[in-house]
């Protein structure tokens, strides 16, 4: 394991001050206190910030303003001195004049020394009213609204830069489009995916009356799947209410008109779902603001536990999970296309490997997560004839398939275990060789992923559940070239199929097993770095390709101890010419109220693509004295690692490996804190 640490501090302010001239100050505070002064990126007087959008829940039923009266009473104070602050430059710059001017006349000289003497104890005097002002706003949370100072956001008292819980991360494991993306395209679909699986029953209205062999309801389907699907009346719809799923436009607060609701199961449990708005996002001519909310009344598939909601637990106030994206002016008529997979085309690879595709775009979950269904027509398909496996010698490769990384990563995990990790951990094998009469060492690979039907040659607009695509509902361009190739429509994939605008391709494995453990070769922020602003880059990078879906373990402990922890959410880059993997959090603000230190922790649950574990954990040793940044720690500067070793240093603590575990780590890191 290997922990790191930075403290955040957004206080800054009193350093800034006080080595400034008084004469400077002056000038400098009339200026910047004049009520047409814009107020910071993040301050709680933008329409988004989570003072405003909490007094907006409120406002219309009881037809009051949208604004908090610390808001108004800070506004006041802000043109109050500013207009006090107009006053004593036009004094300093009389007084100033009077005595430019006076050619030796000592009653005018007198006369100005007496204004400017005066103005002086009026400047001593405003700026101790301000800085009691500083004082009482900081603790209201408001000091961003008087002056220069803080980090670039602002929050209320005891309160995280986010809106709700800190459910992202938690209960809510990864949703689409992205936490304050831009440019959504106005034909996305929504998607969001939880931790545990869930009851569909709890939000999901069976409309279309559809029912399994068994006579049960089916919940998130649609009937007459094709081109003639009309998603209002074949697809089954989300419940109306706060207490389910909401969609929203941020400015006027208007609910969407409705949209169908779609269910990804696995193993006939539900984990993601999929919304379609029944009209186009948006508009042509502006880029408008959306707001998902999703609220309580979803309940977990925990019947032993009597179905708790996803938010059990949680205070009022804090039992709901929302997050805002934008949408562009335009629709998105671009495909999909398949960036890099693993194994790569024509390698060689180990058998305890999993199987890797990774788009350049958002994918549909539906058909693509699941497990292959065994044929007598010399190939495996996955349930929903989305993708296709042929294997020479080897029998049906058990495990399930799971879009994770943003819904741009597709893994595929085996199911059958073929020995431990360094960790103790289960490694996973894909079958080699293993029918009978089989007599080899290695076999041959092909897999293929069937694109979607599109609807003419002309565009990649394609038929609901037809095949992959994206969540535009583009098909997927197997080849990359731009061009709609129509790919076959008939069941058989093997052989004939091995056309655009499907996606193929042929590796070998063999009968051995990978060892390599990775390691980390870089971390941002550095260890222990300091005055870091609250939207910096945070994440690390590993020396191999590494498994997506494990990312989601990494936890960051915060001192001193939120309500809520921070927000945050994986997303992996794969670098093709290294090998290696980068990995940055996307994250919620860091707090910038107050001094806070973030303990981010990497554990054995990080594994790369052949499920070797981040052990013997391995990272930088510290940052670069000279640009205060994380050292590299690879093979060409092994003097720049913290290395572990289960006997002489087990645990590598900020760059330090004679700490025995994560708890006397983290009392370590807080016990040598600034």
Request: aromatic residues 10%; proline residues 6%; glycine residues 10%.
């Amino acid at each position: 394991m290997l922990q790191w640490s930075f403290p955040h501090n957004g206080d800054s302010y009193g350093t800034k001050t006080t080595a400034r001239l008084w004469l400077v100050l002056a000038v400098f505070f009339c200026f910047l206190l004049v009520p047409f002064r814009p107020v910071a990126a993040q301050s709680i007087a933008a329409p988004d910030s989570s003072l405003n959008k909490g007094v907006a829940v409120i406002q219309q039923p009881l037809g009051l303003p949208a604004t908090d009266i610390r808001l108004i009473i800070a506004n006041i104070i802000r043109v109050a001195l500013g207009l006090i602050g107009l006053v004593l430059l036009v004094l300093f710059l009389y007084g100033g004049y009077l005595y430019m001017t006076s050619g030796g006349n000592e009653e005018q000289v007198a006369s100005a020394k007496k204004i400017l003497i005066n103005a002086t104890i009026g400047l001593g005097i405003i700026l101790s009213a301000y800085a009691i002002v500083v004082f009482a706003m900081r603790l209201l949370g408001l000091s961003g609204l008087i002056g220069p100072g803080g980090g670039g956001g602002l929050t209320a008292p005891g309160e995280e830069n986010f809106r709700g819980s800190g459910a992202l991360g938690a209960i809510i494991k990864d949703h689409y489009p992205g936490r304050n993306q831009k440019d959504v395209p106005r034909n996305t679909k929504i998607v969001i995916t939880f931790r545990r699986p869930i009851n569909p029953d709890s939000f999901i209205v069976n409309s279309n009356q559809s029912k399994d062999s068994s006579g049960n309801p089916i919940y998130g389907d649609c009937l007459n799947q094709g081109a003639g699907m009309n998603w209002e009346t074949d697809c089954d719809q989300i419940k109306s209410g706060a207490s389910y799923i909401v969609v929203t436009r941020a400015d006027t607060n208007e609910v969407i008109r409705g949209a169908a609701v779609l269910a990804s199961y696995e193993n006939g449990k539900l984990s993601t779902v999929v919304i379609r708005p029944y009209d186009t996002l948006g508009s042509a001519i502006d880029k408008v603001a959306y707001r998902v909310h999703i609220g309580g009344g979803i309940t977990i598939n925990d019947s032993a536990n009597g179905n708790p909601s996803i938010f059990a637990g949680r205070s009022a106030g804090r039992d709901f999970y929302e997050w805002n994206f934008t949408t562009d002016t335009t629709l998105d008529n671009t495909p999909p296309r398949v960036s890099s997979v693993f194994p790569a085309a024509k390698t060689t690879e180990a058998k305890n490997s999993a199987i890797q595709i990774d788009f350049s775009e958002a994918m549909d979950p539906i058909g693509l997560q699941g497990a292959f269904t065994s044929t007598v027509s010399g190939y495996y398909a996955l349930r929903g004839n989305e993708i296709f496996l042929k294997s020479g010698k080897s029998g049906l490769p058990a495990g399930t398939f799971h879009l994770t990384n943003g819904y741009r990563t597709l893994e595929f995990t085996p199911s059958k275990e073929c020995g431990e990790n360094a960790c103790g951990g289960k490694v996973y094998c894909l079958p080699v060789c293993d029918l009978a009469g089989a007599n080899c060492r290695q076999d041959d690979y092909e897999i293929l992923v069937k694109a979607a039907q599109t609807f003419s040659a002309n565009s990649f607009e394609s038929a609901p559940f037809s095949g992959a695509m994206d969540l535009a509902g583009n098909a997927l361009d197997g080849n990359g070239d731009g061009k709609v190739q129509v790919a076959g429509t008939a069941a058989s994939v093997f052989p004939g199929q091995e056309t655009p605008d499907n996606y193929f391709w042929g590796f070998i494995l063999n009968d051995t097993v990978d060892v390599t453990a990775p390691y980390i070769q870089r971390v941002f922020p550095g260890v222990d770095a300091d005055y870091v602003s609250a939207n910096a880059d945070f994440g690390l990078v590993f020396s191999k390709r590494m498994l997506a879906d494990p990312m989601y373990t990494i936890g960051v402990e915060e001192q001193p101890a939120p309500k809520e922890s921070l927000c945050r959410v994986p997303r992996m880059f794969f670098d093709l010419a290294n090998g290696t993997t980068l990995t940055r959090l996307e994250h919620c603000p860091f707090v910038d109220t107050e001094r806070r230190y973030y303990f981010p922790t990497v554990d054995s649950r990080v594994e790369d693509v052949h499920f070797n574990c981040f052990y013997p954990g391995k990272g930088p040793l510290g940052n670069d004295p000279t640009t205060k940044e994380s050292l590299v720690c690879d093979s060409q500067h092994l003097s720049q690692c913290c290395a572990v070793n289960a006997a002489a240093a087990p645990f590598c603590c900020n760059g330090a490996a004679n700490l025995t575990d994560q708890k006397a780590c983290l009392a370590n890191l807080r016990a040598n804190s600034p």
